[in-house]
């Protein structure tokens, strides 16, 4: 997959991954365990194969089993999300992104979170300087 490669997950797509990202590694049976509302395990192996071909997961063999590991780590998947979503939703625009979820979240926000934003804003800020 390349850097530019959204991963474009189905939920299923996206509950399988969150358990490997969690895991590391798993057997379908495991990921079939740690699946909220679980399918079948045909469905799941049928989704693993998916994501195998889409090139988000691979596998290797250890006696009779599978296990699925997932070729991304979590924080790269995390990035390429939301990248996505910014050129597709925010026509690229981080702030207008950012803008959106503090309008969501701003009466959530602690002080200490609001410092740790402010913080991240200050460093930005001096790195664009340099």
Do not use: C, W
Request: glycine share 4%; net charge positive; hydrophobic share 40%.
């Amino acid at each position: 997959m390349n850097k530019r490669t959204p991963l474009n997950l189905s939920r299923r797509e996206r509950q399988i991954m969150d358990v490997l990202f969690q895991r590391g590694l798993a057997t379908v049976a495991e990921v079939l365990d740690d699946m909220p509302d679980p399918p079948s395990y045909s469905a799941v192996r049928a989704t693993l194969r998916v994501l195998e071909g889409k090139g988000h997961v691979r596998h290797r063999q250890e006696g009779l089993r599978y296990l699925f590991v997932p070729t991304l780590a979590s924080e790269k998947a995390k990035r390429s999300a939301l990248e996505h979503l910014l050129r597709i939703f925010f026509d690229g625009s981080t702030e207008h992104a950012v803008a959106t979820l503090l309008d969501l979240s701003a009466s959530r926000l602690s002080e200490a979170e609001l410092d740790r934003l402010a913080g991240l804003i200050d460093k930005a800020r001096r790195e664009e300087k340099r």
